[in-house]
């Protein structure tokens, strides 16, 4: 079969919205796409109109994955000065560009034992490689793409975030000494959280966190009687080490978990190069599929921004990358 038209792939899916929740389109174009070309494909169903794609020829030894959501706000493709830019240009669409490439160099060369998962949700939930955890065809080994300067991970951070809430009393803001603020509650808990003491790994780092959301009060002139605040944190370890360290803050703060995801330790191949990401991602919902790896074109730093963008050389160089890691893997088991 001729060579997959990398670019121009990689730029119909990203000007096909997928922001997460309306991923069926795209979804649907890598189905066809997939079929025209012989491959057995299944639409794994998520939930209403959302559904992952599991494309096969023999049983699988070795799956590419990832997702084809993103988050918002959507923008089309454009091509500027050697880099593909667009929403989903390296958080996933490129690298899915790159994996089916991929895909279809090996089959060409009579390598069938290679398969592709492309999920939907990655971006809020995870519900697509939940569901496809259950469905799971016994491969050895999963090939997740996120990008990574083309770099295979040997480790991701974890996430733990969790909702901090306040309570106190209302009163008319003339007299504050009435009322019992909620905001200030939160606010003192906020400040100390700068200086607990976090755990560490000496391979992962320093645990991090981001306050992300906070809302509180219901009017510029009355004590607080409510306040909350939602904190992210990139884990290196359990998550109930973390939460042990939080149960110190001061007051009477109410703590809530809302996301636990766990880290990870990853599969490595010599030759390589290697790094330690700060992201997650679906690998801890898709232990069914094989030992993990992780790697794709493009960085995370421009991921989710609004000049998201991958180098066209660093795109075709991870067709490569992909071909290579996942013969040699193949060769391992052999």
């Not at 009579?110 to 949700?121: F, I, N, Q």
Request: with cysteine.
């Amino acid at each position: 079969m001729a060579a997959v038209d990398l670019v121009r792939v990689a730029r119909t899916l990203i000007d096909i919205d997928s922001t997460t929740g309306k991923e069926a389109d795209a979804a649907g174009w890598v189905a066809r796409w997939l079929r025209r070309r012989g491959y057995d494909v299944v639409e794994q169903p998520v939930t209403a109109r959302r559904f992952n794609v599991y494309a096969t020829l023999d049983p699988p030894e070795v799956v590419l994955s990832t997702h084809i959501d993103c988050v918002p706000p959507f923008f089309s493709s454009r091509e500027e000065n050697g880099c593909l830019y667009g929403r989903g240009a390296c958080d996933a669409k490129g690298i899915l560009a790159a994996q089916m490439a991929a895909l279809e160099r090996l089959r060409d060369s009579g390598e069938r034992r290679v398969g592709l998962l492309v999920v939907v949700g990655e971006e809020r939930g995870s519900h697509g490689a939940r569901a496809a955890n259950k469905r799971a065809p016994g491969s050895r080994y999963l090939i997740n793409g996120e990008p990574t300067d083309n770099r295979l991970a040997t480790a991701t951070k974890g996430v733990y975030r969790v909702r901090l809430s306040t309570s106190g009393r209302a009163a008319h803001s003339a007299y504050p000494e009435l009322g019992e603020s909620a905001v200030e509650k939160l606010v003192d808990a906020l400040v100390a959280l700068r200086s607990l003491d976090l755990p560490v790994d000496p391979v992962l780092g320093d645990t991090t966190y981001t306050v992300g959301m906070l809302s509180g009060g219901v009017a510029p002139n009355v004590v607080p009687p409510a306040a909350e605040a939602d904190v992210n944190f990139r884990t290196v370890g359990p998550a109930e080490r973390l939460r042990e360290r939080l149960d110190l803050l001061p007051g009477a703060v109410s703590i809530d978990d809302v996301v636990i995801v766990p880290p990870v330790r990853l599969t490595t191949v010599p030759g390589f190069d290697t790094a330690v990401f700060s992201f997650t991602t679906d690998i801890p919902f898709l232990d069914a599929w094989g030992k993990p790896l992780l790697l794709g074109p493009g960085s995370v730093h421009v991921a989710h921004s609004a000049e998201e963008h991958v180098k066209v050389d660093e795109l075709v160089r991870s067709v490569d990358l992909y071909e290579k890691l996942a013969r040699e893997l193949l060769a391992g088991d052999g």
